[in-house]
């Protein structure tokens, strides 16, 4: 089983920046993808950067302003958040994986991150 907690969400004005983190624990092969999720609609969740040990892959939306790392003796992923926008305002999710493919396997709780403008 794996377990993921999020910390660092908050309130930031626009152009601002924020770190989110993700402290995993858990089988290292169940995680050996993470990655980071927002909400569009509902329920269903956006996939916004992941990281493996081939690199990492962000969403059009936000490439040059997002930046996804990991401290593999820490067990945990960073989200560093850039230039953000009022769009970027939602709830945040850590997520794990086996592979890339299936990174939506276990999930954190959520963080949320709030931008005004």
Not at 32 to 40: Q, S
Not at 97 to 116: A, L
């Amino acid at each position: 089983q794996v377990q993921l907690v999020e910390t660092g969400g908050g309130s930031v004005q626009a152009g601002g920046s924020l770190k989110l983190s993700c402290a995993a624990s858990g089988s290292t092969l169940a995680r050996r993808c993470m990655g980071w999720f927002r909400l569009v609609s509902g329920n269903e969740r956006e996939k916004v950067a992941t990281i493996y040990s081939l690199g990492t892959w962000y969403a059009d939306s936000v490439k040059g302003r997002f930046a996804i790392s990991q401290d593999v003796d820490k067990n945990t992923v960073y989200l560093e958040m850039n230039s953000l926008k009022p769009e970027d305002t939602n709830i945040y999710y850590c997520a794990a994986g086996p592979s890339c493919g299936v990174v939506s396997t276990h999930w954190g709780q959520g963080t949320q991150v709030t931008v005004s403008s």
